[in-house]
């Protein structure tokens, strides 16, 4: 702060003298502040550390139980080109033979050919899909080819019906396809228009023989035969319900007389697992390593973490060890701790996995290992049920970091507050400074005046 000049009568530069004044009184306090913000921000960069390492597991406990990865099937097809097989968690190992005798087909009709150009008249179509209709009326100067198709698509009750125009050599034609496979959604469209008026030429019924409007693909329901004994009819491409927890995709008819069946396999994914069980040791042994380096303290060098002796750090590390090794008593009795899988801890207090333990539950006892984990009460289940008590929003860590920032905002206004009471003290002192700078101007002054009377000798 620079508020005045030099002083003129004593010489002084009052400004610096002033300024090392306040810094003199300021440093201690302002120093005080900074190293507790300082030690904050350290804390919640370590909090936000533990708890980073915390939600990594806790996340990896949610996928486990919401999505049933420890008990996930491999679904294979031999012919790719005739079925695909997607399989759910509930799917049974098997093998199963499928042959395609019809794909589901959505219904198609079309009209004789006619003048595009040509005005139809006013009138009302009917058009029906699947049991659900609407009518579609027209004005006497709105009724070319190009209108009845904008007006069919663009109606705000049509819940399934495509028109389009194909023209050729013979003329222009009115083509509707229904957006829905099966039989369950022919089409029907009815007319009320003058007769002879050009509107006539698309009426369809499926039960009328004599039609205006030709069918040129019927609406049908696919059919499969599995295991060459069992016929099961979809109105969709994809068989959800034949075999529980398999989604099958015919893809086309089986053509092939030396080979008309595709064969699907379902299994566990042993592999997956394993994998997944390897993601969790992971992830511990990640959590571990962080504990013990914001825990650490050398007593050689002095040297520590900053959350040496912290309660929160140590009780969370010793949660999840008696979370390891106490029975899950809701759990498959086959199949109770983690040591029955092969994990269990290390002397330096990390996760290790015995895999030829591991292999044997998964060849062996594989349905257990996903109910040990996902089931409702399961390992997955308590493990994130614990963390989020730590890292949840009223967990102990987000109540800790929320101290903290209250703490940082307090030493904000503590900061803010030094600030105003300094501008005080500089004001002060420098006035002080120039009373005293003005008096010894006044005294030199009146010292002059004496001096110029006395006799010159």
Sequence with gaps: MNIGAMGTASGMDINAMVDKIVAAERA???????????QANVELSAYGRLKGALDGMKTLMADIRQNHTLAERTASSDNQDLVSV????????????VEVKQLATSHKIASLPVDDKTAMGAGKLTLSVGGQSFDVSFDQDQTKLLDVVREINRHPDNKGVLAT?????SGARLVLNADKTGAGNPLKVTVEAQAGSPLQSFAFDAANPGSPMQEMQAAA?????IDGLAEVTSDTNTLTDAIPGLDIDLKQLSVNAEKP?????????K????????RFVNAYNQFYDTALELGKFDPNTQSKGPLVGDSMLR??????????????????????????LGVTTTLSGHLEIDYDKLDRQLNQNFSAVGEFFGSRKGFARRIEDMLHAYTGVTGSISNREKSINEQVLTLNDDQRDLDRRMEGVYQRTHDQFSAMD???????????SMMSMMPQT
């Design 86 to 97: 997607r399989a759910s968690h509930e799917a049974q190992p098997g093998r199963y033979s």
């Design 221 to 225: 329901d696919a059919r499969v035969l």
């Design 165 to 169: 125009v194909i023209k050729d050599a």
């Design 271 to 278: 592999d997956k697992a394993g994998a997944q069980i390897e």
């Design 315 to 340: 009780s969370s590390v010793q949660q999840l060890r008696n979370a390891f090794s106490t029975p899950l008593e809701d759990g498959p009795s086959s199949l109770q701790t983690l040591s029955e």
């Design 261 to 269: 069946q595709a064969v699907i396999e379902i299994g566990y994914d």
């Design 438 to 448: 003005h008096a010894m101007g006044q005294m030199q002054s009146q010292l002059g």
């Design 28 to 38: 201690p306090k302002e120093e005080r502040i900074n190293q507790r913000k300082e």
